[in-house]
């Protein structure tokens, strides 16, 4: 008789960022003189150094090791700019305590992001004539206002403003190793437009307004610097650009091709940078000869490195046959590579799921949620 081993990998995912193979960022000190000029600030080709809002104002962004240097242009000067930043992210981003940051904005001109989706460190607010910043006190509050930092430049009556930021005012200290962002424009009244990234909103969002997009910048270093618009993260949904797992590469899977009962087989999956809550592996035995499937057993997979986060289990193939009822399991929208040993197959699906919702495969699924993929590969067993 043989026998078959069917494990379901179940991953909860946070905030899976658009991968993709990253440009490298000028690492750059421009001139902060209200003045832009093509290239100053790096890559001109939009989502690299910087990037078109939906409300035709175009941000500009990149850093040398003093400093943040931030431009915008086609806003109204008397109309501040707000920038949240998180230096040293947890994962999930929007994990950890308030030690780690703030999850709730500043209250600038009636308007407040109420749910920040990472950990924020920093914010600031400039404008023509005004301009400071805040730092998380590690109890959910913001400090008090520094005001008059840094150095700030308009061009008078026109729409263009820079500001360049020291590092020590974000960080306490040097420039950090990656960091995440988000950042808006207000006017008086408290209405939101030009914000980045775009899919955030805009409008009269009031005090209460949740935003769930920001950019990632995985690395700072010089000459390999990751360009701050180009990796845009989600706290709520998924983006399967940054999902990856191949089974014909040893570093995915290790054992290839047919193993014995009882050998052991290492998975590893690959998520964006800081982008999963946590993997867990879910593991049924299914014996094709009767129809009977016995689990799942769920344990969790561990995270090993971050940039891109990556996660690892080591499991090992069944030698027995179980005999308990058979959960239903329709599988659905799957690449699969199959192969039989004598003995039966161990099959292994990944799925990835919205955030926050850590999903058994072995029920359909609610009708509100979705598993928006699905790969599955075959491990025979001799």
Request: with cysteine; charged share 10%; hydrophobic share 30%.
């Amino acid at each position: 008789m043989s026998r078959t081993a069917t494990l379901r990998v179940a991953l909860a995912a946070v905030s899976l960022a658009a991968c993709g193979f990253p440009l490298l960022a000028q690492f750059s000190t421009p001139s902060v003189d209200g003045v832009i000029q093509p290239g100053e600030y790096g890559n001109t080709q939009n989502g690299t150094n910087q990037i078109g809002t939906n409300t035709a104002q175009t941000w500009y962004i990149t850093w040398d090791a003093s400093n943040l240097y931030v431009g915008i242009t086609n806003a109204n000067l008397s109309e501040a700019a707000v920038i949240y930043i998180d230096a040293n992210p947890v994962n999930p981003p929007n994990g950890g305590t308030n030690a780690n940051g703030n999850l709730t904005g500043f209250n600038y001109d009636g308007e407040e992001i109420a749910t920040l989706p990472f950990r924020a460190q920093f914010v600031t607010y400039f404008k023509d004539g005004y301009r400071e910043y805040r730092n998380a006190d590690g109890n959910g509050n913001w400090t008090n206002s520094v005001s008059g930092y840094g150095n700030y430049a308009d061009n008078g009556n026109g729409n263009v403003r820079e500001l360049a930021i020291p590092w020590s005012t974000i960080t306490g200290g040097g420039m950090p190793s990656s960091f995440l962002f988000l950042g808006l424009l207000t006017s008086s009244g408290g209405y939101v437009y030009g914000q980045v990234p775009n899919d955030n909103g805009g409008g009269q969002v009031g005090t209460s307004a949740t935003y769930t997009q920001y950019y990632a910048v995985n690395s700072t270093a010089n000459g390999a610097s990751t360009p701050p618009f180009s990796i845009e993260n989600s706290s709520s949904t998924v983006n399967f650009s940054a999902l990856y797992h191949n089974t014909f590469l040893p570093y995915y899977r290790s054992q290839e091709g047919a193993v014995p009962a009882g050998a052991t087989v290492t998975l590893r999956v690959q998520t964006a940078h800081l982008g999963a809550t946590g993997v867990n592996l879910r593991v049924y035995l299914f014996d094709p000869a009767s129809g009977n499937t016995t689990g799942p057993l769920d344990s969790p997979m561990a995270f090993y490195q971050t940039k891109p986060s990556t996660a690892r289990r080591t499991i090992t193939s069944p030698s027995t046959t179980p005999r308990p009822p058979r959960p239903p399991s329709s599988i659905t929208n799957s690449r699969s590579s199959t192969a039989r040993g004598p003995r039966g197959t161990a099959t292994i699906t990944l799925t990835i799921t919205t955030t926050s919702i850590k999903m058994a495969r072995a029920p359909p699924p609610a009708p509100s949620l979705s598993i928006p993929f699905r790969l599955r590969l075959t491990i025979p067993i001799s």
